[in-house]
Structures are given as C-alpha cells and as structure tokens.
C-alpha cells in the first residue's frame, strides 16, 4: 500500500474541494458522509502503509516518494516527495485516526450549524495540509502544508464570522503565526545556502557525515542558527512562550475543531518539526537549551493560568500550551522519541477532554462557564466516563496513557541531568492534575448551579458525538501500553521510532537502575493524586475554600485570572506601537502624504501644463480649419525651403 | 494656356474657398466654401492629368466628386439636425465639443 502514499492526503483533498464547490446543494449527510468517507479513506490507507512499513526491517523503514520536479531554477530543484519513515507514519495515523473520529463526532455537534458544508470542507482540506506537512521529504513541502494548517485554523476560529470576537481570534491567531513562519522560512533559506538542497534525507546526511564540518557546537554556530530559527516557526505554531497567545484566543472556533487542530494535530506540528530536525538540534547545545527553557517556563505558565479561568475551553486550551510544554522539553532535553510519545497520547486525552466538553456545552445550550455547570453526572453519564477517564490519563494516573508519557519526559529530565526542569515539570504535573480535576468537579460534580430551564433541556448527546468520546476514551487507557517504561518491559515504541532518529546526535547519559526510575514514577503519581485531593477538598468537600482562597490571595489570583497580564502588554509594547505608526507614519504621512501627494501631484502637473493649450480645443470649427491652413501652409513652407 | 495659368486660377479658387471657410458663419456658406476647394483641387488635377498626358488625374477627380457627393449628403444631414435642434445655422453655435 506504500505506493498509494499520495493517496493519504489526496483523498481529504477530493473530499474538500467537493464539499467546498458543490456542498451548498448536498443535504447535510450527503456533506457528513463525504467528509467522514474522506478521513476515514485516508485512515484506512494510512494503516495499511503503516503495516507495509512494519514488515520491513527496521533499517529499511525509510521509504522516500517522489512524485514529480515541482520547482526547478537553476541549482534549486524542489520535488514533489514523501517521505514514510517511523516517525511520519505515527504523525498521519494519528492525525487521520483522531481526525476521523473528530470528523463522526462534528456530525452531531455540527447538525444544527449554517454552513455546514463550508465546516466540513474546512477540515477536510486541514486533513490534507496537515498530512502534506507530515509526509513530506523536504523542508519546502512542509512548508506548504505549514502554512495550508495555519490557513484552516484561521478559517476555523473564524467559522462564525458574525461573531466580531471570532474573527478578531482568527486573525491574532494568523498574525502571530505569521512572526512564527517568517523564522521558519528564514531557517529554510538558511539551510539552502549552507546545504544546497532541501531534502530531509540530504541535509541530515550531510551533517552526520561530516562531523568536521558540522561538530558538535557548544558556542553559537551555523546548526545552531538553523534550530533556533526553525525554533521560533515552532513557537508560532505550536503555541509556546512567547507566541502562544493565539491559542487560548482560538477556542472562538466550533469544538470540534478546537480538538482537531488546537489539541491534537496542529499545534503539535512544531513538536513534529524539532524532532525531524532532529539531527540540527541535538547538535547544538544553545538550541536544545533554549527548547528546554521555553518549554519547562510555558508547561509552567500555563498550568497556573489554568488554575483559575473559568471558561472550561478556555481550561483545556491552557492546559494544551502546557501540554505542549512537556513536549517540547523532551525534545529539548534531547528524549525526542518521549516527545513524540507524548504527542500521541495527549492527541489521544486532549481531543477527547475537548469533545466531552463540547459534549457538555452542547448539553447546556451554549453555557461555557464552569461556574454555571455542576451536577452534569448525572444527566450526561457518557461524557462524564469518558471525560473523567481523559482528566486521570492526563493528570499522569496509572496506567492510563498519560502516566507513561509524561513520566518518560520527566525521567528524562532527570536522567540527563537537568533537576530543575524535572522539579518544574514535577511541580506542573501536580498542578496538571489539579485544573483538571477542579474543571471535573466544577462541571459534574457537586450542586448544579444552571437555571432551571437549562436543566430542563439537559440531555446526553446523540450517538454520534458519544461513540467518538467512548473510542477515544478506550485510546486514552490503552493508548500509552505501546510505549512501557523500561522497568515494565521494553520500550517497543521508542525502538519504532529508532530509525528515524539514526542521524541525531544521542550523547551519552549515565544509566540509572530500574527502581530509582520506579521511584521517580511513584513519585509522579503521589503529586498527581496530591493534586486531585486538593481540587477534591477545595472545590467538592468545602466549595466555600474557592471563593475564600481567591479572597484571600487576591493579587496572585487576579495575575493568573488576568492571564499575567500578557495580552495587555503585548498590547501595550507591540499592538499599539505599531498601530500608532501605522496610523501617523505610514497612514497618514507616507500613505496620505507621500503616496497620494505623488499622484496627486502628477495630475496636478499635467492639469497645469494643459491649461496652456487646452484654449486650442474650444469647439469652433472655424478656429480648428485656421489651424489645419496654417499647419499645411507652414508644411509647405518647410518643404519648399529645406527640401528642394 | 499653359498649365501655369490653370494652378492660378485653381490656387485663387482655393484661396476663396479656405478664407471663405474661415471667415463666413453661416453653415450653407461654408459649405459652399468646402466644395469650391474641392472643386478647385480637382481644376488642377485635370490640368496636371493634361500637362503630363497621363490618365490618373482625371481618375482622381472621379473620386474626388464621388466623395464630395456622398460628403454633401452627410453634411446636409448635419446642417438640418443642427438647425432642428439649435434653431441656428451660425457654426460658432456649435462650439460644445470641446474640453
């Protein structure tokens, strides 16, 4: 099935643009079953190549498509080319796999939706972008599905544009994406000039097998440069310090697609893109620090803005940045393998965090306030399983797939010397678990603090939003077994994804014994559950602590409610600003004054020069037959005297 | 006769029928004026086609007349729709096509 590569991003693409051009004649389950048929094709193909794959030997998994010359200009040849190796098969079944299950779920919440068609259009095309952006064999094709996701996720915040404050979320999102890309692009071009080529396959090559022209860089450094660039493409996308601001913002968009792509897919695409570079960055030390650090500050930041909103979206959009976090620091502590496991399984817990709460806002008619829910348990029992299940699995609980994940980076850190990020990421996991037991007992738990008429509609969601939630709350246990700890049994994921990190420098790290590991996961569970007691007791055993805490912490608490004031001084230090001189500067003097002055001027000028002789043209036949006699005669003239 | 005395009477035609042109207001007038400057072109052709013992002059005299037909035709038009209209012959009245 590997020769039908093409197949797995074409047939979203099909399904996109006959959805897109024609939808808007189509009932709603032509549209559904078109769009679902799409993801679900391209799952389907995607699992068989993926088999294909696994009968190879392990040093054969590296399958390279090419397709055809897409750019040719002198020495630049860019082609048209997949690459399936370990790594991109766990990105597109993921990305097919959880985005089919997204797309079934999106037929019951989407049903009662304007524009039908155009939502699921919409994501079918991110299904192709983001599997062009996975599957392809160079950094200028990645590029273009890079930028094809950023132009989904701006289409779908903005999916109800009569919302004035969705849009204005699709173009911060899009804006500050923007800052993000112009690093990437100038990593790329970066690449090209030091390599000549764009090819995953040649540029890491080339850097393994010259060790002395690419050593190992301790200072600032050519591969250095590279990554860093290449980083901050990444914190763009992937919405880590300091462009994450967009994220939390994006939640304007339809639940399903705060799943799809701001949980599961998307944001993580800058994960994916550190760790097949993964050759340029464990290579330089500034660049793997630098990734660490930003990772370990946003996982942090982020958990504790989580602590306190009240938006339950809003909740598990913060809770993804810190998610994110953690996957960055595996990658930055040079664990690429544990970030990309962590990748999966948050795909797995956070898509379905997001549909149960979508499950629970399509419940309580539109209400996203944790602080009008309450007692769902009762009334929606399949969500709150399901939702529960996810809350434990991402709270780091044994032996749900969150536990092995976030245990591998954490170990990780230890284990290649960095304590303090361990204590940080420690520290973050217990507050992990906290936000997300505090928004499970605010919303299922305890008294139900809607209106009457709210409860009267309360209702379970149809079958085809609560089979997605049960199929992935069957992922979210199970889903972390493939990848047991080596003190369980051998890591068979890792050994997976061993080929494709061949190339990356892998240092060496003193070994430790399986029971100091033991301990250390012992150890995240105590914080974990410590976590979950305190949501319990704060907000189930005394409901009164919340309010009084906040009272008592009032500036803490407003820092965090208000978001660390970031958006305030971004807009402060950077909106504003540029906002002024964009209105005084280039408004108001070079576009009104320089610009329009210019032409203006030009037409002033030639007015001038006109009212000179436009006196000739006044409409007398009379005058005009004088000209033409004393024109011919002075033709006449000239002949005669200068020509004979 | 020589040919010299058929150009001056042609050239004295011409000149009447250019000053006349430029000089006269009403539109009948000038029309007059324009088929005297035709018709003072076509003298010198025939004197030439003469002088030359060559056929194309009078040729061209054939156009010229064929032309100055079809542009009375029109012109004729134009003086009654302008007389329709503007209630006037004088051409300085139709002075509108300008800038």
């Known amino acids: 099935m590997t020769d039908y590569l093409w197949l797995i991003p074409l047939i979203p693409l099909i399904g996109a643009a006959i959805n897109g051009l024609a939808g808007k004649r189509f009932s709603k389950s032509v549209i559904a079953f078109i769009a679902c048929g799409a993801a679900g094709g391209s799952f389907i193909v995607a699992l068989l190549s993926f088999f294909d794959l696994l009968k190879l030997a392990p040093d054969q998994r590296h399958l390279l498509k090419i397709y055809f010359t897409w750019i040719e200009s002198g020495d630049f040849v860019a082609k048209a080319e997949f690459l399936l190796d370990p790594l991109s098969a766990v990105m597109i079944l993921v990305v097919t796999g959880v985005g089919f299950v997204i797309h079934v779920y999106s037929i019951g919440y989407m049903h009662a939706e304007d524009g039908f068609y155009r939502f699921f259009s919409y994501m079918n095309l991110f299904l192709f972008s983001m599997l062009i952006l996975v599957l392809s064999g160079n950094f200028l094709l990645m590029f273009v599905g890079w930028e094809g996701v950023g132009l989904c996720s701006y289409l779908l915040i903005g999916y109800y544009f009569d919302r004035r404050s969705a849009g204005d979320a699709g173009k911060k999102a899009f804006i500050v994406n923007r800052i993000g890309d112009i690093g990437f692009i100038l990593g790329v071009f970066l690449i090209f000039v030091i390599f000549g080529n764009l090819n995953f396959d040649a540029v890491f090559r080339k850097i393994a097998e010259a060790p002395e022209q690419f050593p190992l860089e301790t200072g600032v450094g050519i591969l250095t440069a590279i990554g860093l660039l290449l980083f901050v493409g990444a914190t763009g996308k992937s919405a880590q310090i300091p462009l994450y601001v967009w994220l939390p913002d994006a939640m304007e968009g339809p639940t399903p697609v705060s799943a799809l792509i701001h949980a599961a897919t998307m944001v993580t695409a800058g994960v994916y893109m550190v760790v097949r570079c993964s050759p340029i960055f464990s290579r330089s030390s500034i660049a793997l620090e630098v990734v660490m650090t930003i990772g370990i500050l946003t996982a942090l930041m982020a958990a504790t803005i989580g602590l306190v909103q009240t938006d339950i979206k809003r909740v598990l959009a913060y809770s993804t940045v810190s998610q994110l976090g953690y996957m960055f620091v595996a990658a930055g502590v040079g664990a690429f393998s544990a970030g990309i496991f962590h990748l999966m399984t948050h795909a797995f817990f956070k898509a379905l965090l997001f549909l149960g709460a979508g499950s629970v806002i399509h419940a309580m008619h539109g209400e996203q306030d944790l602080l009008r829910m309450g007692g769902l348990r009762r009334y929606t029992p399949i969500t709150f399983w399901t939702m529960f299940i996810a809350a434990l699995a991402i709270s780091g609980i044994f032996p749900l797939a969150g536990f092995f994940s976030k245990d591998e980076i954490l170990w990780s850190a230890w284990s290649r010397g960095h304590p303090f990020v361990w204590f940080f990421g420690f520290v973050t996991a217990g507050l992990t678990a906290f936000y997300m037991f505090r928004l499970v007992f605010l919303t299922f738990f305890g008294d139900a603090r809607h209106s009457a008429e709210v409860r009267h509609h309360l209702h379970e969601s149809p079958p085809s939003m609560t089979v997605p939630l049960i199929v992935l709350g069957i992922l979210s246990i199970v889903g972390g077994f493939i990848g047991l700890p080596a003190w369980i049994g051998s890591n068979r994921f890792f050994a997976f994804l061993e080929p494709s990190l061949a190339l990356a420098h892998h240092p060496e790290h003193p070994e430790f014994s399986h029971s100091v590991e033991l301990g250390f996961a012992g150890l995240s569970i105590i914080v974990a559950a410590l976590g979950i007691y305190l949501a319990y007791r704060i907000y189930l055993l005394r409901p009164d602590t919340a309010a009084a805490l906040a009272a008592r912490c009032k500036g803490i608490h407003r820092l965090l409610y208000r978001k660390y004031y970031v958006d305030e001084i971004y807009d402060a230090a950077i909106v504003h600003p540029a906002l002024k001189a964009s209105t005084d500067l280039l408004w108001k003097r070079a576009d009104a004054g320089l610009i329009d002055g210019a032409v203006n001027g030009a037409g002033k000028a030639i007015q001038g020069m006109a009212s000179i002789l436009k006196d000739v043209q006044n409409g007398l036949i009379r005058s005009y037959a004088t000209w033409i006699l004393l024109g011919a005669v002075a033709i006449l003239l000239y002949i005669s005297l200068f020509r004979s | ?99």
């Open chain 2, 1 to 99: 006769m020589e040919l010299i005395h058929y150009l001056i009477l042609s050239m004295l035609l011409f000149l009447v029928g250019a000053v006349g042109f430029i000089i006269k207001k009403n539109i009948i007038s000038v029309f007059l004026c324009l088929e005297l400057m035709l018709n003072a072109v076509n003298l010198s052709f025939i004197a030439f086609s003469r002088h030359l013992n060559q056929v194309h002059g009078q040729i061209f005299v054939f156009f010229v007349m064929v032309v100055a037909a079809a542009e009375a035709a029109v012109g004729l038009a134009i003086t009654i729709v302008l007389y329709r209209n503007r209630n006037t012959l004088n051409v300085d009245d139709a002075d509108t096509m300008k800038w």
